[in-house]
């Protein structure tokens, strides 16, 4: 929270009301828990096997698919593959890592972090747009970056209907596949000469930050376009980019939706005084959901992304231990009349995602005033 004030904002920052009890709570028995539970070390181990599993698997399919496929079917698998490894790097590597929370060494942090700048998207910007004002203002429009698809698709009641939101849920899952692209092309660009991120100013990147920044981006031009330059054509390198990058993105899109974009969690409408009627971290649970919290595969694959309210309440601690926690987490929620809700299985909040979508598109009233209740099922 402290990063929170080297924001500077043109307009009224959202303020929440002050917490009677309930982080306080939480913090002690997570704690308690984390301690009483010290098998920790052998965590780290698993977090550490699980990092060296992605980064071999990113290498040994970009090798398959620029070096060694011989016809379009290998080409189309190694293709899958590098963008299963690219979205496992972003779940489990980068995210836990620019959270600060993969290593109690920074050094190992920031060096890890850097991951996500050669996938071609800035880690700078993505501290202040994903750590700060995402994991801050979550489910605010205009404020979290994550729930603004611009023109294209209508997230939160708060945001500005179109006729063709009516469709939303058909055509939005297509469009999560550009986020790659966007990152990589678009929002780091855009964000930096604007030094803004929706309504929220931010300081630019000067020296070694700076110079992270783009040799994080000329690192991703080389090993995207100019590697494969040595054995392939253009439209051939283009091909493969779009392919591989409309995958893992639509997978990190639908990923990030499942936890806030669907049926249960609430998208405040800012009143005049941006006095947010709850406190940060009953924010955090409401406006957040998980998912099959029980499949042992996701929870391995998705760095725990499927306990995103133990994330959003944590996120400086490892991803390893939010399955743990999480018991803690919903019996303190239970004690103090928060909600929690989780959907049980991955289908079921894919689902809901629909239906969210749905209700979105049909919702009537214009952007500010319409209630969620107001929403035409
Ligand atoms: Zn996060």
């Keep these: 929270m402290n990063s929170l004030n080297k924001l500077t904002t043109q307009v009224v920052r959202p303020r929440f009301v002050a917490d009677l009890g309930f982080y306080q709570e939480l913090k002690r028995r997570v704690q308690q828990c984390v301690e009483q539970h010290k098998v920790s070390r052998r965590e780290f181990r698993a977090l550490h096997v699980k990092t060296v599993v992605m980064l071999c698997w990113f290498v040994l399919s970009y ?66 747009k ?72 931010f300081r630019r990147p000067k020296g070694w930050e700076l110079i992270g920044l783009i040799g994080g981006k000329l690192a991703f031009v080389t090993i995207a376009f100019l590697v494969p330059l040595i054995k392939h054509s253009f439209w051939q390198i283009g091909l493969f980019y779009a392919i591989t990058w409309f995958i893992a993105g639509g997978v990190v899109g639908v ?52 306990h995103q309210i133990e994330h959003h309440l944590f996120p400086s601690l490892p991803h390893v231990h939010y399955s743990r926690i999480s018991k803690e987490v919903r019996a303190v929620c239970a004690e103090f009349g928060v909600r929690y809700f989780a959907h049980d299985s991955m289908f079921r909040a894919i689902v809901s995602h629909f239906q969210w979508l749905r209700r979105m598109g049909k919702c009537t009233d214009s952007a500010v005033t319409c209630p969620l209740q107001a929403c035409d099922l």
């Design 63 to 128: 090798v398959l698919l620029v070096f060694v496929a011989a016809n379009v079917w290998q080409a189309l698998a190694s293709s899958l593959s590098l963008a299963l490894a690219i979205a496992g790097i972003g779940f489990n590597i980068q995210h836990d890592a620019n959270h600060g929370a993969y290593s109690d060494r920074p050094i190992l942090n920031r060096t890890l972090g850097f991951s996500l700048d050669l996938l071609g998207a800035s880690s700078y910007v993505w501290h202040y």
């Design 130 to 201: 994903h750590n700060i004002l995402h994991h801050t203002y979550t489910n605010l429009s205009r404020w979290d970056d994550d729930i603004d698809l611009g023109f294209f698709g209508r997230l939160s009641p708060a945001q500005r209907r179109r006729p063709i939101y009516r469709v939303q849920q058909y055509y939005l899952w297509l469009v999560y596949g550009f986020l790659g692209p966007k990152w990589h092309f678009v929002d780091d660009f855009v964000n930096i000469i604007q030094g803004r991120i929706g309504r929220s100013q």
């Design 255 to 306: 990923v990030f939706q499942l936890a806030h974009c669907v049926e249960g969690p609430i998208f405040p409408i800012l009143p005049s005084d941006a006095r947010i009627q709850s406190s940060w971290a009953v924010h955090q649970v409401q406006s957040t959901v998980n998912f099959a919290p029980r499949n042992k595969f996701l929870t391995w694959y998705l760095g725990g992304l499927n």
